[in-house]
């Protein structure tokens, strides 16, 4: 058996802890920058506010609903999700960690617990012990507890939460309820050729011929098919290493001179540094973009970028800036108001197995440097020491205007309490 621990609202319910008198208020949260919407309650769902809508359109409906409004704070609710998380490892041994809010746990060898109480179980020890209210869903396979999980959070006074399906006779009624399009798994494309041939609902999936499923959504989808079946073929998945990692950012204002994005760029340089020996990688290519602001139809559009190969394998903040700034000198041309830069790194090699090159290599010396620097940085605060090449006032150039306490992560933002 198969668990999923989902977190009901997460950012919004992170927002609700700290301050319990936005529970049963419309809230909602801001992306980087404070642009879109990426995080409703349920009560701001209700009056209309659409996932990704432009804050500053909905602003008259903000405040004619009187709806609390925050810019993300991901350090608080990177803090928060890591307690559930710790939490939830102590119901099984085997956990993923699908994302900041989800969690799977394989049930082996619980054949004789009663499943729906150590569900329960489960779900009110994480709303006591964080504050945050989760649903919780259990079955055969993990495409089966997402189903569940979606029930229970559907119908959270008629399941407490926690819903289990556990008899054939439950499966197929929950697989007649679930629309094709809200199949984990199933994106927007798919959904909409599985309508054309009347194809509505997940169970109707599951009643297509293998060949075709396999054909024409590949045998992810035929594993998708047999999991909602019943029978067991996803399991959990480890944690590996990315493939890419990328920094960007939009900057609060328009930028025209090469120096303004030349700090930008090697701070986002050495951001991907960080990151990757975090995982313990090397980037063996780098590429940069830069573009003006779409929307400005009164200015000039510019938008380019470019890919470069290095001469050997690094993670080293120092060399990276240097790269990305030869690598937006390239690029870059005057005349023009820039909007937002990005530097992705790629071509990954382990840390530990770098082949060394005739005539060039990474500096040795950097590799003592960079592990002082990240020791200290953690200790002390993100972007504590950095380069000369970045800006020494501040971490990130970002508009978070409406941007709550790190309550838990800050001695500065921590709740006072007047007795």
């Known amino acids: 058996m198969f668990a999923l621990v989902d977190c009901n609202n997460f950012y919004a319910s992170c927002e609700r802890v700290f301050r319990p008198e936005l529970v049963g208020k419309p809230i909602v949260v801001l992306s980087n920058n404070d642009g879109c919407v990426i995080a409703r309650s349920n009560e701001a769902k209700a009056v209309g506010i659409p996932m990704g809508a432009p804050a500053f359109e909905y602003e008259a409906l903000f405040e004619q609903h009187q709806v609390q409004v925050f810019s993300a704070n991901f350090a608080l609710y990177g803090d928060m999700s890591q307690r ?53 869903g259990i079955a055969p396979t993990k495409a ?39 199949v984990w798994g199933i994106g927007r494309q798919h959904a909409k050729r599985l309508r054309l041939l009347q194809v509505h609902t997940a169970y109707q999936f599951t009643q297509l011929p293998d060949a075709w499923v396999q054909q024409h959504m590949s045998v992810v989808g035929l594993r998708l098919k047999q999991d909602l079946q019943g029978m067991a073929t996803l399991d959990l998945e480890t944690v590996q290493p990315k493939k890419n990692i990328a920094t960007t950012r939009s900057f609060e204002k328009l930028y025209t001179e090469l120096a303004q994005l030349e700090e ?156």
């Open 264 to 419: 930008r760029v090697a701070t986002f340089a050495v951001s991907c540094g960080e990151k990757m020996r975090k995982q313990r990688s090397c980037c063996n290519t780098i590429m940069v973009f830069v573009h003006t602001n779409g929307f400005r139809q009164d200015l000039p559009q510019y938008s380019r970028n470019i890919v470069m190969k290095l001469p050997y394998p690094t993670n080293s903040g120092i060399e990276l800036a240097r790269f990305a700034k030869q690598a937006l000198g390239k690029i870059f041309r005057e005349g023009f108001h820039y909007k937002k830069a990005g530097v992705i790194v790629m071509d990954f090699s382990p840390q530990d197995q770098t082949q060394l090159r005739l005539f060039e290599n990474s500096n040795v010396r950097h590799v003592p440097l960079m592990q002082a620097v990240d020791r200290i940085n953690a200790l002390f605060g993100q972007q504590k020491v950095r380069l000369a090449a970045q800006d020494q006032k501040r971490v990130w150039k970002m508009k978070q205007e409406k941007l709550s306490p790190r309550y838990t992560t800050s001695l500065n933002d921590i709740i006072t309490i007047h007795t």
């Open 84 to 136: 559930v998380m710790s939490i939830l490892g102590e119901y099984s041994p085997d956990m993923e960690i699908y994302s900041i809010d989800e969690a799977f746990l394989k049930l082996s060898g619980f054949e004789h617990f009663n499943l729906p109480e150590y569900g329960l179980s489960m779900q009110r020890r994480v709303t006591k012990w964080t504050g945050i209210p989760v649903s919780v």
């Open 144 to 182: 089966l507890s997402k189903v569940a999980n979606r029930i229970a959070k559907k119908f959270p006074k008629e399941t407490n939460s926690v819903y289990v399906i556990d008899s054939e006779e439950k499966r197929i009624k929950a697989l007649k309820w679930l629309q094709i399009e809200d």
